[in-house]
C-alpha cells in the first residue's frame, strides 16, 4: 500500500486485487462460523472459479481482472453475514474507486490471487500465513520488572487441548484415539524438565498444533483458538519476542496446568470440569455509547470462544466462564436472562428473556431492544443469567437525546388474565408481531413476536398456537424460528426461545432486522414449535422502499388464522429432518432451511439457499403432469401386459424427469448437502422427512437426486425422494395431527368406468365385518353433502374420477354419480363443521386430486381446501392420473399398513413400494402424496 501525504492529511491508496486478498483472508478466519455454515458451498464454487478465470488472463490485463474481481464481490455481498466479515473491505472494494490504484495484474500476482482463492483446505491455508505468538514481554502487562506470564505457544496448546477436552463426547474414536497419541507424544518431550533444568524445542509445540489441526473433524473446534494464538505476518505485534534460540524456558513452558493436561494427572478440563461437561464465555454486543432516543440490540449470547474479530467497542465477556453439564443439556437446557437497566427501557415492557442451550452446544441468543432514557452520562446495566452464576454489571455512555419514540410507546404490555377467573388446561394464543410496513434499504428494525392469550370466551377455537398445561405447571418452552429473506438479523441466527404462561401473554422474543437492497412487498414467516413439533405458522408482510410514507403503520398479517387443537399428553416423535420452504411472492423465489430437534445432525434452521423460479413454472409443470398421465393410462393395456421395451423406456423417463427436478428446484447449497443426508439416511441417523412449504404445487415426491462429482469423475446418485425417506407434506399454518382415533369410515364409490373400484368397496365391507362403523358408500352429490354436515367418520375414502382446472385451481371437480361434480368450494364454511371437529384421514383416489395451484383468493385445489382451510387428520391424493388397480391396491395395503400399527410415513411408503414392485414403470406409485404427521399414529376400532 501506498501513503500519500497531502495537505487534508495522510491517504492510503490500495487496490482491488489488495483488497480481494483482504476479503479472503476474513472469510477463511470466519470459515466455521455458523453464519457461513449454509453458503460455504457457494462460496467454494465462486472462489473457484474466479481463479480459473484470472489463470487464464494474459499478464498484465488489469482491466480484465478489476472486471472479474468485482463480478465475484458482488456476488460476495448478496450473500449473508458478508458484509459483517468482509467489512469495510467489501464496502470500498464495491464503493467509489476514486483514490484507488489499479490492480496489479502481473504474472506473479495473478498466481499469489489464484493460490488464495483456491485451497482445499482455506483453515488450514490460513493457518499456514501466520505464524505462532510465542512471548509476551511484562512491558505489555504495566510492570517492567515483573516475571513474565506464561509463554504464549504453550498457552495456545493448553486452550487446545482443554477445548478438545471439553468436545470428547463429540469425538470420533478414532479422532480421540490421534490426539492421545499427540498428547503422549509431547508429553514425554517435557517430562524429563524438573525445575527448570531443562528447556523445550518451541518446534515440538508448533508441531504438536499442526497435527491436531491437519485432523478434519477436529478443526471446526480448535481453529478459534489456533487462530488466537497466531500473529499477522506483516510484522510483528508490538512488543513481541523471538525465545532464545528456538527454545522455551521450562519454568513458563511446564506449568501445572499443562502437565496435568498432557499426562492425565489432571483432567482434561480440570477448571472446566472434565469432558462430561460444556463450558461457555457470555458474550454481549451492545454499544459502549448510544444516543438517547434511538433504539439499539442487546444481545446475549454464550460461545466456546472468544471471537478474534469482534468489535471491541461493541462485544465485552464476562470474565468467568460457564460450566453447563451435558446432562443437563440433552434435552436443552433453558436459562433466564434477567436485565437490569433503570436508565433504559425495552420496547416489548419486558427485561427477561430465554437462552436455550443444546446437548450440540449450539445457543438460541436473548435479545433486548432498549431505548436510552436518562440524561447524558455513563450508566450501567445489569445482567443475570438464572440457573448459573454468571452476573455482570457493564456501562454505556449516554449522549445527546433525540426523539421519535413516540410510536413504540403503544408497543406490548403483558395482558394477565384476572387470576380469578377458572382456567382451562387447554390455552389458545394468537400471534402478534410488530414491525414496520414500511422500512427503507438497509435501514434497521426490531422485530417483537408474542403470543397473547385467546380468553375462553373469545378464542372460539381459533389462533396460532394451543398448549395444554398440567395443574402446576409453570411456563412452557416454544421457539420462534423467523423466515425473513430479504432481511438479516444482528445475532446471525434466526431462532429465539420464550416462555409461555397459561395465564398471561408470553415472554417477548425480538429480533433486529437490517433491510436488504431490494424493492417491493417481502414475508415475515414465523413458526411456532414446542417439543420439535409444529404448533402452527403465521406470515406478515412489509414492503422495502425509497421512500417511507406512513412509519406508524406495522406490518400486517397475510395468512389466516387457523382453527386449532390441542396437542396430545405424549406426542409422537417430530420427524427427523423438517425441509422448510418458503416463497418470496415479490421475486418468485423459493427459500429453503433444514432443521432437526436432534443437534448431534447439525441442521438447527439451517440455510440451505433458494430458488430463482422460471416466469411461467405453471405450464412446465402441467406438461409434465400430463406426460406422467400418459405413462400411467398405458393406452388401456393391463399393467401385467406391459412389454420389456416399454417398461424400459418408462422408467428411464421417469429417472430423467426426477433428475430434472432435482436441478432445477433444489439450491446448490441442497444439493451437496443431499450427500451427507443419504449418508445420515444410511447410518439410521434420519429415517423420516416432512417438507412444510408455502408452495402448493411442486411435486417433491418425484425429485430424484443426481449429481456429477468432478473430484472422483464419478456420478452421485439415490432413489426418488418418495421412497429414500418416509415422506410427508405439509402446509405452513396450523400444525399436523398427531393421534387420529378411528371408529367410522365413510366411502364415496359412484358407479363410474373405473374396473378395480369394486375392490376397495369390497376392502371396506371387509373392515366392517372386523368391527369398524362403515355406512352403505355414497355415490350422489347430494349424499356426499349430507356425510360432510353430519360428519361421524374418521376416515372418508373416496374412489372416483378427477379433473384438474389448472387456470382455477378451486374449480376442479371430483366427477359423481351421473356425472355430477362436487367442488372443493362445495366444502366449507358451516358445512364442515363436523369435519373441522372430527378431522378425519382423507383419501382421494382419484386422477389429480392431489394437485393444488394458487387461487384468486388464495390457494386453491383440494389439498389445499381440506389441510389448509378444513385441517383434516391426514390427506391423500394423486397428482396425475392412476391406473386404478395398482391405486386399488395401494389404498388396501396402505390401511392394512396404519391398522397393524405403522406410523403414517412409513405405511404410506411401504404402500408406495408395494405397487412400484408390481410395476415400476408405472408411474402411479409416485402419484401419490401425503398430507400428514410423519410419526403419526392411527388406533382403529376393528378386530
Not at 425417506?725 to 364409490?749: K, M, Q, T
Request: aromatic fraction near 6%.
Amino acid at each position: 500500500m501506498y501513503h500519500l501525504n497531502g495537505k487534508k492529511g495522510v491517504f492510503m491508496m490500495t487496490s482491488l486485487d489488495e483488497l480481494l486478498e483482504n476479503i479472503l483472508r476474513a472469510i477463511y478466519k470466519n470459515w466455521f462460523a455458523p453464519q457461513l455454515a449454509g453458503v460455504r458451498n457457494q462460496l467454494d464454487a465462486a472462489r473457484m472459479g474466479l481463479a480459473q478465470q484470472l489463470a487464464a488472463l494474459p499478464p498484465d490485463d488489469r482491466a480484465a481482472a478489476d472486471l472479474l474481481m468485482t463480478a465475484f464481490l458482488q456476488d460476495m455481498a448478496l450473500l449473508p453475514a458478508m458484509s459483517q466479515i468482509a467489512g469495510a473491505d467489501l464496502t470500498t472494494a464495491l464503493g467509489s474507486r476514486r483514490g484507488m490504484r489499479l490492480t496489479d495484474a502481473s504474472a506473479a500476482r495473478l498466481a499469489e490471487l489464484t493460490a488464495w482463492l483456491s485451497p482445499a483446505n482455506p483453515p488450514l491455508f490460513v493457518l499456514a500465513q501466520l505464524r505462532y505468538r510465542e512471548h509476551t514481554p511484562p512491558q505489555l502487562f504495566g510492570d517492567p520488572t515483573a516475571e513474565p506470564p506464561e509463554n504464549e505457544l504453550i498457552g495456545t496448546l493448553a486452550n487446545v487441548l482443554e477445548v478438545l477436552g471439553a468436545a470428547a463426547d463429540a469425538l470420533s474414536a478414532t479422532s480421540q484415539t490421534q490426539v492421545d497419541k499427540i498428547r503422549q507424544q509431547f508429553s514425554d518431550a517435557v517430562q524429563t524438565a524438573v525445575d527448570g533444568a531443562s528447556v523445550v524445542a518451541k518446534e515440538r509445540v508448533t508441531a504438536a498444533l499442526d497435527a491436531l489441526a491437519a485432523l478434519p473433524d477436529l478443526l471446526p473446534l480448535v481453529y478459534a483458538a489456533l487462530l488466537a494464538g497466531k500473529m499477522e505476518a506483516n510484522g510483528q505485534r508490538r512488543g513481541t519476542v523471538t525465545t532464545r534460540g528456538g527454545q522455551i524456558d521450562n519454568r513458563l513452558a511446564v506449568s501445572a496446568r499443562l502437565r496435568g493436561l498432557l499426562t492425565g494427572e489432571t483432567a482434561p478440563a480440570a477448571s472446566h470440569a472434565a469432558s462430561n461437561a460444556v463450558d461457555f464465555l457470555v458474550q454481549i454486543t451492545f454499544p459502549q455509547q448510544v444516543t438517547s432516543g434511538r433504539l439499539y440490540p442487546l444481545i446475549v449470547e454464550l460461545v466456546r470462544q472468544p471471537d478474534p474479530n469482534a468489535n471491541a467497542q461493541q462485544v465485552r465477556y464476562l470474565d468467568q466462564r460457564v460450566l453447563l453439564h451435558r446432562q443437563a443439556l440433552s434435552n436443552g437446557l433453558a436459562l433466564e436472562v434477567t436485565l437490569t437497566a433503570q436508565s433504559f427501557a425495552d420496547i416489548s415492557g419486558d427485561l427477561t428473556r430465554t437462552l436455550m442451550v443444546n446437548a450440540a452446544g449450539t445457543v438460541t441468543p436473548a435479545v433486548f431492544v432498549l431505548t436510552a432514557r436518562a440524561a447524558a452520562g455513563p450508566v450501567a446495566l445489569g445482567l443475570r443469567l438464572e440457573q448459573i452464576v454468571a452476573e455482570t454489571v457493564f456501562t454505556s455512555e449516554i449522549a445527546t437525546t433525540l426523539g421519535g419514540l413516540e410510536d413504540w410507546e403503544k408497543s406490548f404490555a403483558p395482558d394477565l388474565i384476572d387470576g380469578s377467573a377458572e382456567l382451562t388446561t387447554t390455552v389458545a394464543y394468537e400471534s402478534a408481531v410488530d414491525f414496520p410496513a414500511q422500512v427503507q434499504p438497509h435501514s434497521d428494525h426490531p422485530l417483537i413476536v408474542r403470543l397473547q392469550r385467546l380468553l375462553e370466551s373469545t378464542a372460539a377455537g381459533q389462533g396460532d398456537a394451543t398448549l395444554e398445561f398440567g395443574s402446576t405447571e409453570e411456563a412452557k418452552l416454544v421457539e420462534v424460528v423467523l423466515s425473513a429473506p430479504a432481511f438479516s438479523d444482528a445475532s446471525q441466527c434466526l431462532r429465539r426461545t420464550m416462555r409461555v404462561w397459561r395465564d398471561r401473554d408470553s415472554q417477548p422474543v425480538a429480533f433486529w432486522l437490517t433491510a436488504g437492497p431490494e424493492l417491493g412487498k417481502m414475508p415475515l414467516t414465523v413458526d411456532f414449535y414446542h417439543a420439535g413439533r409444529m404448533l402452527g405458522s403465521v406470515t406478515y408482510e412489509s414492503q422495502i422502499m425509497p421512500d417511507v410514507t406512513d412509519g406508524a403503520t406495522r406490518a400486517a398479517r397475510i395468512s389466516p388464522v387457523n382453527q386449532l387443537d390441542a396437542p396430545p399428553a405424549n406426542p409422537p416423535a417430530p420427524a427427523d429432518l423438517t425441509l422448510r420452504i418458503t416463497k418470496n411472492e415479490q421475486t418468485n423465489t423459493l427459500h429453503f432451511a433444514l432443521h432437526s430437534s436432534d443437534p448431534a445432525l447439525g441442521y438447527v434452521q439451517r440455510d440451505m439457499g433458494q430458488v430463482a423460479l422460471n416466469a411461467n413454472p405453471r405450464r412446465f409443470l402441467t406438461d409434465t403432469f400430463d406426460q406422467l398421465s400418459r405413462m400411467a393410462r398405458q393406452a388401456m393395456r393391463k399393467v401385467d401386459q406391459l412389454s420389456e421395451s416399454d417398461t424400459a423406456v418408462q422408467e428411464s423417463e421417469l429417472v430423467r424427469i426426477g433428475e430434472n427436478l432435482f436441478e432445477k428446484l433444489f439450491p446448490q447449497a441442497l444439493q451437496n448437502e443431499y450427500w451427507r443426508l443419504k449418508e445420515l439416511r444410511e447410518q439410521g441417523a434420519v429415517r423420516s422427512l416432512l417438507i412444510i412449504s408455502d408452495e402448493p404445487w411442486i411435486p417433491w415426491e418425484l425429485v430424484k437426486p443426481y449429481q456429477y462429482d468432478e473430484k472422483t469423475n464419478s456420478d452421485l446418485t439415490d432413489d426418488f425422494l418418495a421412497v429414500a425417506f418416509e415422506l410427508c407434506r405439509w402446509l405452513a399454518g396450523r400444525g399436523p395431527l398427531a393421534d387420529l382415533h378411528i371408529n367410522a369410515a365413510s366411502v364415496v364409490i359412484p358407479e363410474l368406468d373405473l374396473a378395480y373400484v369394486q375392490q376397495e368397496k369390497q376392502y371396506f365391507e371387509g373392515l366392517k365385518h372386523r368391527g369398524l362403523q362403515v355406512a352403505d358408500p355414497l355415490q350422489s352429490r347430494d349424499e356426499v353433502l349430507d356425510a360432510v354436515r353430519n360428519g361421524e367418520f374418521q376416515v372418508l375414502h373416496l374412489a372416483a374420477h378427477g379433473n384438474f382446472n389448472p387456470d382455477k385451481a378451486d374449480q376442479s371437480p371430483l366427477v359423481l354419480q351421473d356425472q355430477q361434480e362436487l367442488w372443493p368450494s362445495d366444502l366449507s364454511g358451516s358445512q364442515v363443521r363436523a369435519l373441522r371437529r372430527e378431522r378425519p384421514i382423507v383419501f382421494l383416489n382419484a386422477c389429480h386430486s392431489g394437485q393444488i395451484e394458487f387461487a384468486l383468493t388464495g390457494l386453491g385445489g383440494w389439498a389445499e381446501q381440506m389441510v389448509g382451510v378444513i385441517g383434516v387428520g391426514a390427506f391423500v391424493g394423486s397428482l396425475w392420473e392412476v391406473n386404478d388397480l395398482l391405486a386399488a391396491e395401494f389404498a388396501a395395503f396402505f390401511y392394512d399398513r396404519l391398522i397393524a400399527g405403522e406410523a403414517l410415513s412409513a405405511a404410506f411408503r411401504a404402500a408406495r413400494e408395494h405397487i412400484r414392485q408390481r410395476q415400476p414403470s408405472n408411474p402411479t406409485w409416485l402419484a401419490y402424496t401425503l398430507y400428514a404427521d410423519p410419526n403419526g399414529r392411527t388406533e382403529w376400532a376393528v378386530q
